[in-house]
């Protein structure tokens, strides 16, 4: 009967010793879980910023996208060339007469 006592209570010290690795198993997947799901987040809240970046850099092109079809449109008219030939290149019609100012 003793044996048998004693065989029990090494059965119980055991399954005590084997819920402890078992737990401690569970515990130390739990932390890692815990560990990527925190660095998953912070990969996501970063793709995230990035994302709104990009959306607004695509915005501004759009934008510019507009004004330099714009600009191409009022190149193209008669007013546009001559405001340049007379202010960059210094060009007038043949019957125009300049009058230039003394500084």
């Not at 009022?74 to 060339?81: A, D, P, S």
Request: glycine share 4%; hydrophobic share 45%.
């Amino acid at each position: 009967m003793a044996r048998r006592r004693r065989i029990a209570y090494r059965k119980k010290q055991q399954n005590r010793f084997s819920m402890f690795l078992v737990s401690l198993v569970i515990v130390m997947i739990l932390v890692l879980v815990g560990v990527q799901s925190a660095t998953l987040r912070d990969k996501i809240n970063a793709k995230q910023a990035e994302a709104a970046q990009l959306d607004a850099e695509m915005a501004a092109e759009e934008k510019r996208a507009l004004e330099i079809e714009a600009l191409g449109k009022e190149v193209q008219t008669k007013g546009y060339i001559e405001n340049v030939a007379r202010e960059k290149l210094g060009l007038v019609y043949e019957d125009e007469i300049l009058f230039k100012q003394d500084k």
